[in-house]
């Protein structure tokens, strides 16, 4: 793991990833604005939940999901018009759906699971 770098006031990266993203800035624009890409912004941002203070430490925290190519692709448009990296996006999708208890609704699968 590498050392943080002090990134625009901000003691790392990842803490600048934080905090902008709770000033409602999107991923597009903290990247630009870091000098870093998008999907490094995101990276970054799963950090964050992955390694919370120690006084905030629950379950939160990442795994990784593969997901065909394919798929993210059918996703790529829609991702791009949030400013958002597909991955993100799939992991809004998924965090939506489960969230709101969606999950059968979504699947529409009922009359199989009854048998």
């Known amino acids: 793991m590498s050392s943080a770098k002090p990134t625009l006031g901000y003691p790392s990266r990842t803490a ?3 905090a902008f993203r709770a000033q409602g ?3 597009n624009a903290i990247a630009e604005r870091i000098g870093i890409s998008p ?4 990276a970054l941002e799963c950090s964050v ?8 430490r629950g ?7 593969h997901l065909p190519v394919g ?3 059918r996703l790529a448009p829609h991702a791009r018009r949030r400013g958002l990296t597909r991955e993100t996006l799939a992991w809004m999708i998924v965090d939506a759906v489960a969230e709101s208890d969606l999950v059968d609704a979504v699947l529409d699968d009922a009359e199989e699971l009854a048998s």
């Not at 999907?39 to 995101?42: E, F, K, L």
């Not at 939940?49 to 905030?56: D, E, H």
């Not at 379950?59 to 990784?64: A, G, I, L, P, W």
Request: net charge positive; with cysteine; aromatic share 4%.
């Open 49 to 56: 939940g992955r390694y919370p203070p120690k006084s905030q």
């Open 25 to 27: 800035m999107e991923i």
């Open 59 to 65: 379950d939160s925290t990442c795994r990784t999901v």
């Open 16 to 18: 600048a990833v934080a």
């Open 71 to 73: 798929l993210l692709q």
């Open 39 to 42: 999907s490094t912004v995101s």
